[in-house]
């Protein structure tokens, strides 16, 4: 009776978490509200203006695949600027949480407290079952548009691949 119980409530939460349809290549890129890791509104409209923009979700702050990711892209964050692509990272992660996160791996780029989860539906990010935090998404922003999707974004490397990509959007 117990394992039937679980396989229901399991198969109900896969069934309310999971599977949104991902945003399209030419969609409107989202512009929910958002708070940075400094608890300030983030215009994520104005960040689109400036030029390329990629918009990274992941899991978990300060956890072993979201800081490889993160400092992958702290690495090379000078030649991917170069290449005029901005980057934002977004979790379900607390404001606090986001500025530790930041402040421990120096990280040049804001970080979007997704703590309600708004900016995820905006992108269409499923969530990971049990747990309800963010899967490993990537998409980057041309000219006010979804430009990419990467539904399986790397860990390391991220920005080699990001790089790639942006290199295909010209």
């Not at 349809?21 to 300030?40: F, N, W, Y």
């Not at 996160?101 to 269409?124: M, R």
């Not at 430009?147 to 990001?162: Q, R, S, Y």
Request: glycine share 8%.
């Amino acid at each position: 009776m117990k394992r039937v119980i679980l396989t229901l409530l399991a198969m109900t939460f896969f069934g309310l978490f999971g599977n949104a349809a991902p945003l399209e290549v030419g969609s409107p890129a989202p512009t929910p509200a958002a708070l940075d890791q400094d608890g300030k509104p983030l215009d994520l409209a104005a960040i689109y203006a400036k030029g390329v923009t990629l918009v990274y979700f992941y899991p978990k702050a300060d956890t072993p695949g979201c800081t490889k990711q993160a400092c992958s892209l702290r690495d090379s964050y000078a030649s991917l600027g170069g290449a005029g692509i901005q980057v934002v990272g977004v979790s379900k992660d607390t404001v606090e949480a986001q500025k530790k996160f930041q402040e421990k791996y120096s990280l040049p780029f804001p970080l979007i407290a997704d703590h309600d989860g708004k900016v995820a539906e905006a992108f269409h990010v499923d969530l990971i079952p049990v747990v309800g935090i963010t899967q490993r998404q990537s998409f980057l922003v041309k000219d006010g548009k979804i430009a990419w999707v990467n539904p399986k974004a790397k860990t390391e490397g991220a920005a080699d691949e990001v790089r790639q990509a942006a290199a295909a959007l010209k």
